[in-house]
């Protein structure tokens, strides 16, 4: 990581002989010609712990509810190495959506992916929001051990359809099982790229201390988006649509931390 004068924020990318490419994390109409850059020393890393349930965050891990700064908590890389083979067990316990086609015909494990593919307005997401929300009868049940924590990252997405969402979990107490990460459509294409690992980490914390974590990527295809448009100022070659070679590379190193 790097620090502006200004004190924005940026990631090198690309490191040449002459130069250095940098995402900035944040506004660049701070930045002007001849400003001071400085390495921070440190690798990105965000908030984790049972002190983020409840609240909405950014992609830094920054509270943006309004509901005052995080209590106890402890930092996480974004960036780790996924889990090897001998590290993983078998998928053996069934994660309960609630959702009687899915449990029935496609039945999910926990340590499990799963892809929600479809046209628009046909339900991806509800089929997310509805399995977050029958969690709560099982929570309530359940012991530590058995409770599911939701992590629901947001990418791309409008404000007021974040703020929709974070109405109807509250509305059902489903808010206080689950972290809400937010990277909307207005935020920098850096934020949107960042916002899955943010998450994914979030949710390691769980796995970690012997619980369960349930992470919600929507949408993953946005994420994409905001990588093409990161490469290709950084003068990446581009490929077929313009998105760069290492575009699925993106997903697998994210979607295999999944254990």
């Known amino acids: 990581m790097v620090e502006f004068a200004s004190g924005v924020k940026g990631i090198a990318l690309n490191?040449?002989?002459?130069?250095?490419?940098?995402?900035?994390?944040g506004s660049?109409?701070?930045?002007?010609?001849?400003?001071?850059?400085?390495?921070?020393?440190s690798i990105v890393d965000v908030p984790a712990g049972k002190a983020?349930?409840?609240?909405?965050?950014?992609?830094?891990?920054?509270?943006?509810?309004?509901?005052?700064?995080?209590?106890?908590?402890?930092?996480?890389?974004?960036?780790?190495?996924?889990?090897?083979?001998?590290?993983?067990?078998?998928?053996h316990e069934?994660?309960?959506?609630?959702?009687?086609?899915?449990?029935?015909?496609v039945p999910i494990g926990r340590g499990q992916?799963?892809?929600?593919?479809?046209?628009?307005?046909?339900?991806?997401?509800?089929?997310?929001?509805?399995?977050?929300?029958n969690q709560k009868e099982l929570n309530e049940k359940g012991t530590e051990n058995e409770k599911l924590y939701c992590v629901y990252v947001a990418i791309g997405q409008k404000r007021s359809t974040?703020?929709?969402l974070v109405q109807i979990l509250s509305e059902a107490n489903?808010?206080?099982?689950?972290?809400?990460?937010?990277?909307?459509?207005?935020d920098p294409a850096p934020l949107q790229f960042l916002a899955p690992y943010s998450g994914c980490a979030m949710g390691e914390f769980f796995r970690d201390n012997g619980m369960h974590a349930l992470i919600i990527y929507d949408d993953?295809?946005?994420?994409?988006?905001?990588?093409?448009?990161?490469?290709?100022?950084?003068?990446?070659?581009?490929?077929?649509?313009?998105f760069p070679g290492d575009v699925f590379y993106l997903h697998s190193r994210l979607l295999e931390r999944a254990r």
């Open 220 to 242: 993953l295809s946005k994420q994409a988006v905001a990588y093409r448009q990161m490469s290709l100022l950084l003068r990446r070659p581009p490929g077929r649509e313009a």
């Open 113 to 133: 992916r799963e892809l929600i593919i479809g046209d628009r307005q046909t339900g991806k997401t509800a089929i997310a929001i509805d399995t977050i929300l």
């Open 94 to 105: 069934p994660m309960q959506t609630g959702l009687k086609a899915v449990d029935s015909l």
């Open 52 to 91: 983020m349930l409840g609240r909405v965050v950014d992609a830094w891990g920054v509270p943006i509810d309004g509901k005052g700064a995080l209590s106890d908590h402890e930092r996480r890389r974004v960036e780790v190495k996924a889990p090897g083979i001998i590290e993983r067990k078998s998928v």
């Open 28 to 41: 660049d109409t701070a930045i002007k010609e001849g400003d001071l850059v400085k390495r921070t020393g």
């Open 162 to 164: 974040v703020a929709q």
């Open 15 to 25: 490191l040449e002989n002459e130069n250095v490419g940098i995402v900035v994390f």
């Open 174 to 186: 489903a808010l206080e099982y689950s972290i809400l990460v937010a990277a909307t459509a207005s």
